[in-house]
């Protein structure tokens, strides 16, 4: 089967973590450094990166870093993997749900606008497919109440937005490095931000809430071994094995996000054209490091193409399920209907093949059944 998205590993990056397995560290050492240092210079950001274990790690701790809680209000999208708001609900926010623009699927400033009010903290905005949200946008509306704007940018490393890269853009911004992300550390994210007390906020938080800083502790009387726990933290720390494999494969992150725009303008210009279908939009000023190649199927038969393709090995994917359709969202009221731009989105969205190492004559094998499951 001819999968969605898959990483791509090369002898490069398997060199780079043998020889963590040959050091000293395993866990938070130099690795992690090299990479939090990393990210920050391919985020365009004066602060190295909090590294973490996964991206939905990278939410919670960004909303505990942001101290969002009971009371607080954080207004997101529905077209995103579930962790963007379940990791709010889990700090005891209440989410609100606003709509998406049709041609992004990204958070729409108007629909957050009219949601706004006092107890809203946080407006949490997707890059959906990979292409960047509108944060200069999405950042006035918030800013009348007071609220900053979380980007989860789990798809969007490595692309730019008017020249600012992703990361760059945002109050704070998360990343994921799953495998079918832009890079991989097989399991791992980061938290990216300007603001240094946020960022340090966020490293405490990861490391158990733990403070060691001799001039932050409230007891260091107790001794020079002395450690102790201010506020409530759990252990998000990513493995210095897993960060060498993302200081590798960052420095490939530009090649992939040349292919991946190749692959990109290659679906595009041979299923543009295709009457039952509509292919993503790029905004002006947009730079994706695109993640998705989100299809959307205008006929109704999205189930059927998704059927016919996996019957014939093609591993496509439905990127999402509305968040509030999920039982747990479901159980504490929220009703189907309530941002009917973003459901017919998802109910039309097919993301087909889109990774580096994908070879043309695959992407072109995907293209012909895709069009002659049209009659093109
Ligand atoms: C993948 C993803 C996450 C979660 O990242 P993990 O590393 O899988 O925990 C969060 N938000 C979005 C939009 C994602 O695509």
């Not at 990056?13 to 050091?23: E, Y």
């Not at 940018?153 to 990361?167: F, K, S, T, Y």
Request: aromatic share 8%; net charge negative.
């Amino acid at each position: 089967m001819l999968p969605y998205g898959r990483q791509w590993v090369d002898e490069s990056d398997i060199d780079a973590v043998a020889a963590v397995l040959r050091g000293d560290w395993l866990t938070t050492g130099p690795a992690v450094d090299t990479f939090e240092a990393a990210l920050a210079e391919v985020t365009g950001s004066t602060l190295p990166a909090v590294s973490v274990t996964s991206g939905t790690a990278a939410l919670h701790v960004a909303y505990a870093a942001l101290g969002v809680g009971p009371g607080d209000t954080v207004v997101t999208t529905p077209l995103t993997f579930v962790a963007t708001a379940s990791t709010a609900s889990i700090l005891g926010a209440t989410l609100v749900f606003a709509d998406v623009s049709e041609d992004t699927g990204n958070l729409d400033p108007d629909a957050v606008d009219a949601v706004l009010d006092e107890k809203v903290r946080v407006v949490a905005g997707v890059d959906f497919g990979g292409h960047p949200i509108d944060a200069p946008a999405l950042r006035a509306v918030a800013g009348t109440v007071g609220a900053v704007v979380l980007e989860d940018a789990a798809h969007a490393l490595g692309g730019r937005m008017d020249g600012i890269p992703v990361g760059s853009l945002s109050d704070v911004t998360t990343l994921s490095f799953f495998p079918t992300k832009n890079i991989t550390t097989a399991e791992g994210g980061a938290v990216v931000s300007a603001d240094a007390e946020l960022l340090a906020r966020a490293r405490t938080f990861r490391t158990i809430g733990l403070v060691r800083d001799p001039d932050q502790l409230r007891h260091p009387e107790l001794g020079p071994w002395h450690q102790e726990v201010q506020a409530f933290g759990l252990n998000y720390r990513l493995p210095d094995v897993l960060a060498a494999l993302g200081a590798s494969q960052l420095r490939r992150l530009d090649a992939f996000r040349v292919r991946r725009q190749e692959l990109h303008d290659r679906y595009t210009a041979a299923l543009a054209e295709v009457p039952e279908l509509r292919t993503p939009t790029r905004r002006p000023g947009a730079e994706p490091c695109w993640h998705l190649y989100p299809l959307r199927v205008l006929d109704g038969r999205r189930r059927e193409l998704f059927e016919h393709l996996r019957e014939h090995e093609v591993g496509v994917q439905v990127n999402y399920l509305p968040v509030y359709w999920h039982p747990v969202y479901a159980d504490l009221g929220y009703r189907r209907g309530l941002c009917p731009v973003a459901e017919e989105y998802a109910a039309q969205e097919l993301s087909l093949p889109l990774f580096p190492a994908l070879a043309d004559a695959d992407a072109d094998r995907v293209i012909d059944l895709v069009r002659s499951f049209f009659g093109a």
